[in-house]
T-cell receptor, first 115, second 114 residues
Framework: ETGVTQTPRHLVMGMTNKKSLKCEQH?????MYWYKQSAKKPLELMFV???????ENNSVPSRFSPECPNSSHLFLHLHTLQPEDSALYLC??????????????FGSGTRLTVV | QQQVKQSPQSLIVQKGGISIINCAYE??????FPWYQQFPGKGPALLIA?????SEKKEGRFTISFNKSAKQFSLHIMDSQPGDSATYFC?????????????FGTGTKLQVIP
């Protein structure tokens, strides 16, 4: 168990569906991130939340909508997706304060397939 | 613009051999260089990391070599084992507004054959 839990592990959705991905961490970290992992491409940062406030939106289409109700939970709401959005979506957390341990803790990801 | 370049894309090494993965970066603001290991069906996990004021860091069979002037760093896996077969990502990060901004390489798929 990595300390970062993502659900569901697998998701198949139609282009007109609405679904949500959930991420939960119990590490006491202050920052949470959504990444997209596609084959043969670098990990793409989508959103960053620092102390529940969105601090970065990396030019992500509006069909992806993040939500961070508290420092332990992060959601990614999906609607009217395209087939090219099929990928592994990874959640990560880290300690935001300088001088503490660095590095992300990743969840196992949600494998999303858009049909 | 890809700020962290990683090579090779794939690597096959015999058991007991040395696996070497290379990375180069462009942004001199990066101040932390982690390596992540990812097994199929899992998220990446932090393996080992180095700061730019150190030229080498060793943890068990894993060693990072860092060349600040050349803006290059590499991962060496000594005595490679079949259990090391995974995808390895180099990364570079900096603190940005109180959180870590990490740029990843494209990954190297390592296969260690018996």
């Amino acid at each position: 168990e990595t300390g970062v839990t993502q659900t569901p592990r697998h998701l198949v959705m139609g282009m007109t569906n609405k679904k949500s991905l959930k991420c939960e961490q119990h590490l006491g970290h202050n920052a949470m991130y959504w990444y997209k992992q596609s084959a043969k491409k670098p990990l793409e940062l989508m959103f960053v939340y620092n102390f529940k406030e969105q601090t970065e939106n990396n030019s992500v289409p509006s069909r992806f909508s993040p939500e961070c109700p508290n420092s332990s939970h992060l959601f990614l709401h999906l609607h009217t997706l395209q087939p090219e959005d099929s990928a592994l979506y990874l959640c990560a957390s880290s300690q935001a304060s300088p001088g503490t341990g660095r590095g992300y803790t990743f969840g196992s990801g949600t494998r999303l397939t858009v049909v | 613009q890809q700020q962290v370049k990683q090579s090779p894309q794939s690597l096959i090494v015999q058991k007991g051999g040395i696996s070497i993965i290379n990375c180069a970066y462009e942004n001199t603001a990066f101040d932390y260089f982690p390596w992540y290991q990812q097994f199929p069906g899992k998220g990446p996990a932090l393996l080992i990391a180095i700061r730019p004021d150190v030229s080498e860091k060793k943890e068990g069979r894993f060693t990072i070599s860092f060349n600040k002037s050349a803006k290059q760093f590499s991962l060496h896996i000594m005595d490679s084992q079949p259990g090391d077969s995974a995808t390895y990502f180099c990364a570079a990060s900096s603190n940005s507004g109180g959180y870590q901004k990490v740029t990843f390489g494209t990954g190297t798929k390592l296969q260690v054959i018996p």
